[in-house]
């Protein structure tokens, strides 16, 4: 009979997941980890609800980092942003085996983990965990790519720069860091209309993340004089920089789904 | 501002187009500098420094895609579209009868600085018709991007294009400014120059390229000594070939690449399939448009020189001095060295992983990674990214076939006739993603995109897999 942790559906919320997993010293392939709520109800399976932890995360995310290596955080980070329903036993499960790897490495240099020493975790797309870890992690980085293409600001009549976006994955803590860098004296905030979620941006400060279904939507209508001509210099400049020649509506639909047009102004 | 500039800016701006509005001046300027085809904002990772706007993503990004399916990365547009000269392929040729105008310096910045806030475009790609003469142009484009750099301390992508004859003084201060220098070689060859741009000389564009490129290394070092040295082209230097305005064969220009990848180390040689923009007797009909297909073959070609180790002889020679329509350039190579095939997967080098069909840098890259955990099988080739109904006929995973096939040129060449090839355009157009992330979705179609790397990135991962094989 195996036991079900449930977490809540967050980075912390994962990580405390994984504390407790450690901490219950069972086999962990008996375990599994589930985030956000019980979908098929297993009559044999003891559930148990983990609470989420700052300290506790805290603590896993510095092992994966210190361990694992900051590649695999990253994928792990950028899995967990995923909607997924079985990422958080995936991340869990990779752990565990990287873990063991960083163990053995440590004991023996040629032990059955060498892919290991030469690229990490990551490395090892045999595993099936490991593997879906990746997957995830490739889907979130196609979205965040996505999203630093295809994000534009508009220029509202105070003077603040607002984008409107609607990602599959929960993006905003992967893009914020490039946008600050980019536009270091710019308020700018990114709405995710699909989670409610905001990035915040002061000009010269740090940005943060704001949750919130309610906000006044009028303000972020109304733009700046300047934003219609630009918004037009840029269509207009889109239309004439296509070769007549070389016309192909299907290749360019392929490239840009049509999914994120709504999205930019050009469209 | 400096001892070069000697003109009187207040009357640089030329008069007769003052009644345009910038919506009118962005038209024409753009509409004329479409047909220079590198978009790309890659090559260069610089944070911002925190007193300005911008910075660039090595891997670089397209913000757009244009109706012709090309990306849209960069404020492509000519400074001015007067020009002196009479080159026969270009729309701006001095006897065509079209609206001319200049932008200001100024206008440049606030349509670069507008654009990038609103995250529409990675930076600025800035050619030009020529003004008066040569220096006098690279005056103005100087002019314009130390404003953009020093005023508005921009710190995006920029691309500027040489502008042959200019002063190597005047050269060399561009340099500091921009991230890509790009001077066209035009024609593959010097008599195709002479015949289709008479003012223009083989030797007033390798000149500079030299010049750039010893600026490049050169700085390279200082960087090494002092490292508050400021860069120097750090995306390196890149040359467009128009591919199909005069007879060359694909051998001939894929020399002419090579060359200029070995003697000059440009980064990328761009081929731009010939469009007919004006009638002359000197160019060639092209009654079914522009050559698609073969600037296709070279982009292949090209990726096969830069990343997977082929010398342009392997490829073709004076007697097959032409790509096969039917087959890429790979698999075509590898029909013709069936006596290597097939490769052990668990075995083969990275070189050779490379080498066959199917298979592209980041599948050969993901195989030596798994290999070394546990013996990788046909099912696991498959979630690599390898093409499997293209590799089967050339590999061996375990000593076993996929399926028993044969070993025979004209057997498995049919078979691959089969397998439909994806080209990027269909029956009239091409398409590009920053062009180095298209070639290697054409060697492993199942790349997602977003999984490409910048070209750096791409020889430091080969680097160090080769270390590691
Ligand atoms: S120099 Fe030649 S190619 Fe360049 S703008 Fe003038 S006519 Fe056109």
Known sequence: ?267 | MDAISTVNRENLIIQKDSGLSIMEKLEILSDSAKYDVACTSSGVERKGDGTGIGNTVSAGICHSFATDGRCISLLKVLFTNECIYDCKYCINRKSNDVRRTSFTPQEICDLTIEFYRRNYIEGLFLSSGIINNPNYTSELIYEALYKLRYEYRFQGYIHVKTIPGTDPVLVEKLGYLADRMSINLELPTAEGLKRLAPNKHRKTILTPMRQIQNGINNNKNELAVYNHASQFVPAGQSTQVIVGATPETDYEIINVAENLYQKFDLKRVFYSAFVKVNEDKELPALAGGPPLLREHRLYQADWLLRFYGFQAKELLSEERPNFNILLDPKCDWALRHLELFPVEINRADYQILLRIPGIGVKSAKRIIRARRSSKVEFEDLKKMGVVLKRALYFITCNGKMMYNTKIEEDYITRNLLNVKEKLPFDVNGVTYRQLSLFDDKTFTESQPVAEVVGEDEMERIQKKIIRVS
């Open chain 1, 1 to 267: 009979m195996g036991t079900i942790l449930l977490c809540e559906d967050s980075l912390e919320g994962i990580f405390t997941g994984i504390y407790k997993a450690y901490e219950r010293k069972e086999n962990h392939t008996e375990c599994k980890l589930q985030a956000g709520e019980i979908e098929n109800y297993q009559l044999f399976a003891e559930y148990v609800r983990v609470q989420r932890e700052e300290e506790l995360a805290k603590k896993v995310s510095r092992t994966i980092c210190r361990d694992l290596g900051m590649e695999a955080y990253l994928c792990i980070c950028q899995a967990i942003a995923t909607e997924d329903k079985n990422k958080a036993d995936a991340v869990y499960h990779t752990v565990v085996e990287g873990i063991n790897c960083f163990k053995q490495s440590t004991i023996s240099k040629n032990s059955s983990c060498s892919t290991f020493q030469f690229y990490g975790i990551m490395g090892n797309l045999t595993n099936p965990y490991v593997q879906k870890v990746f997957e995830l992690s490739r889907s979130a980085g196609n979205e965040i790519m996505r999203m630093k293409e295809i994000l534009r600001f508009r220029e509202l009549e105070n003077g603040i720069l607002f984008a409107k976006i609607g990602p599959k994955c929960n993006v905003l803590s992967f893009i914020a860091p490039h946008f600050a860098d980019r536009l270091p004296l710019e308020n700018f905030v990114i709405y995710d209309h699909l989670r409610h979620l905001f990035v915040v941006h002061p000009a010269k400060q740090d940005w943060f993340i704001v949750t919130g279904e309610h906000f006044d939507k009028e303000i972020t209508e109304r733009f700046s004089e300047k934003e219609k001509e630009y918004e037009a210099l840029f269509t207009h400049f889109c239309h004439t920089i296509a070769i007549r020649e070389r016309k192909n509506l299907n290749l360019q639909r392929q490239m840009l789904p049509l999914r994120f047009r709504d999205y930019m102004v050009e469209f």
